[in-house]
T-cell receptor, first 110, second 115 residues
């Protein structure tokens, strides 16, 4: 499994764009990058998944450079309700055991 | 996600007691998982099942057992609970997806306290 490194915590203010970078230097050719969001005392929720370049949905964007050794989750114009823990996961399509690290704790202030 | 339910939501028990946590899903998914989460940490996989006849150990299966009674039901048992099994337990489901990693859908969690 790829070794994941992401910041322990980040602070932001309402209305700002937040970028959370995840490092996965030993990512394998068939690995996908997935991000989950977890609110306190709730189960994680899928945000976005990508393989390369850029993926965008109604919630976030995921930027993956050509070497795929890192990825950046971008949350546009965050609100207080975006305060949560964000997990970066790397796993191959054929390997369904997801490994959740400690994630990045994002705090959005007024 | 209301499609994945867990019972009970909270449970306090004593050391040595047998405990069963239940998970039901209406998503029609074949794959189900049990995770535990300790305060401030990520989730650790306990057991997973890709169909009714398939049960696999995860990272931390010692002290736990599971039963897949039907496609929609996956139960986790602690045969003799101990205090360091105090944690938040999550059930999750996913549907087999070719070409990419499954999206997992999590239940609301069960908070278990072992005294």
């Amino acid at each position: 499994l790829a070794k994941i490194t992401q910041p322990i915590s980040m602070d932001s203010y309402e209305g700002q764009e937040v970028n959370i970078t995840c490092s996965h230097n030993n990512i394998a050719t068939n690995d996908y990058i997935t991000w989950y969001q977890q609110f306190p005392s709730q189960g994680p929720r899928f945000i976005i998944q990508g393989y390369k370049t850029k993926v965008t949905n109604e919630v976030a964007s995921l930027f993956i450079p050509a070497d795929r050794k890192s990825s950046t989750l971008s949350l546009p114009r965050v609100s207080l309700s975006d305060t949560a823990v964000y997990y970066c996961l790397v796993a191959p399509a054929s390997f369904q055991k997801l490994v959740f690290g400690t994630g990045t704790r994002l705090l959005v202030s007024p | 996600d209301a499609d994945v339910t867990q019972t009970p939501r909270n449970r306090i028990t004593k050391t040595g007691k047998r405990i069963m946590l239940e998970c039901s899903q209406t998503k029609g998914h074949d794959r189900m998982y049990w995770y535990r989460q300790d305060p401030g940490l990520g989730l650790q996989l306990i057991y997973y099942s890709f169909d009714v006849k398939d049960i696999n150990k995860g990272e931390i299966s010692d002290g736990y057992s599971v039963s897949r009674q039907a496609q929609a039901k996956f139960s986790l048992s602690l045969e003799s609970a101990i205090p360091n099994q105090t944690a938040l337990y999550f059930c999750a489901t996913s549907d087999a997806t070719s070409g990419r990693t499954d999206t997992q859908y999590f239940g609301p969690g069960t908070r278990l306290t072992v005294l």
